[in-house]
């Protein structure tokens, strides 16, 4: 079923976020689509726990923190997630309005899109294992297990040596669910902090966790199932790991996927815009954040933050065929009652 609303926003980074609030305080909802299973882009995966010293206002911040004050700050608009979700297609109809499909199915029918994807859609890093891409969905799940995927009496291998496998690798034992959990990686050493590694520590101490120094060379299967993983030991030996469950943690990197077969005029991977809205050559169509080039363009996330406001403006007279007054969330009733917050009383004559 194709749904229709005035604004698609393509990216919940910190940028993406705050063009959804600037629309909200323009009276248009919209409907948010992000690669990633939760809020916060690039601030969240890279940078979760460092600090950021530039937002107005904000002495210091980490990109979690962040992601959670701009989520706070949309909270009184409708804002209609697609999270873990990218966008297939995007095409202009007849009536200049655009269709955005998304590999999750939903199908949109938007007057307005806002293109705030940074630089590309973050997406897993992958395995190059020969035959191992017909799992994926099945037993092979990148980053973490689906909520609906049991693990109960099944055994699980995490595959990666940072934080995250580490973590998601603990969290799976101290459940207790799994029959049985292992950490793959080419070396017994681990990159976490040292709180994680002594619970790792004591996980396998108490031999509820496993961890396989190996690197992968081949699957086994038998009919449609994957039965085992083909691993290298450090001596140079092969042999199966036996598995139900592959959970590959490697990271992720950015995408710019298809963004290049929309017909949007592009510049070096980046999308061109004008500085007074910041619209692309395809009507209906802005660009925000690391995603955009204009002359003398600085990526940080403060000068978004200023293109997703005159964006918010621009769509919005667009939309209404007129000039837009300027309101301040200050004094003006309308936006208070937007924001769903009562006016500051006044002060005594």
């Not at 009184?76 to 309005?97: C, E, I, M, Y």
């Not at 395995?127 to 990148?142: D, M, T």
């Not at 049991?150 to 595959?159: D, F, K, L, N, T």
């Not at 040292?194 to 690197?215: I, M, P, W």
């Amino acid at each position: 079923m194709i749904q229709e609303t005035d604004a698609v926003v393509i990216g919940a980074g910190p940028v993406g976020l705050f063009q959804v609030f600037q629309l909200g305080l323009q009276g248009i909802n919209a409907h948010l689509i992000d690669a990633l299973p939760h809020a916060g882009g690039q601030c969240v995966e890279l940078y979760g726990d460092k600090p950021i010293y530039d937002i107005p206002g904000i002495p210091v911040c980490t990109g979690r923190e962040l992601a959670a004050l701009l989520l706070k700050q949309i909270a009184p608009f409708k804002t209609q997630w697609h999270l873990n979700t990218l966008v297939s297609a995007l095409t202009v109809q007849a009536d200049g309005r655009l269709r955005v499909e998304t590999t999750q199915g939903a199908q949109l029918l938007a007057r307005t899109v806002f293109i705030a994807a940074g630089v590309g859609a973050f997406v897993p890093r992958t395995l190059k294992v020969e035959g191992i891409e017909p799992f994926v969905g099945s037993q092979v799940h990148y980053q973490r297990v689906p909520a609906s995927v049991e693990v109960a009496g099944r055994h699980v291998v995490v595959h990666g040596g940072d934080e995250p496998a580490v973590a998601l690798a603990v969290e799976l034992a101290e459940q207790g669910a799994a029959a049985r959990v292992s950490l793959l990686h080419r070396r017994d050493v681990f990159q976490a902090p040292d709180a994680l590694l002594q619970r790792l520590q004591q996980l396998r101490d108490a031999q509820r966790l496993h961890v396989e120094a190996a690197q992968i060379t081949g699957i086994e299967t038998a009919g449609t199932r994957l039965t085992a993983l083909l691993v290298v030991d450090p001596d140079g030996s092969t042999r199966p790991l036996a598995l139900d469950l592959l959970v590959p943690v490697l990271g992720i990197s950015p995408r710019l996927g298809p963004i290049a077969d929309w017909g949007i005029a592009m510049d070096r991977k980046q999308l061109v815009v004008d500085t007074e809205a910041f619209r692309t050559s395809v009507p209906g169509i802005y660009a925000v954040g690391d995603i955009n080039t204009y002359p003398g363009k600085r990526k940080l996330i403060l000068c978004g933050f200023h293109e997703a406001t005159l964006a918010a403006f621009g769509a919005a007279e667009a939309l209404k065929g007129d000039k837009v007054a300027l309101q301040y969330t200050t004094t003006s009733p309308r936006l208070h009652q937007l924001l769903g917050v009562a006016p500051a009383p006044s002060a005594a004559a």
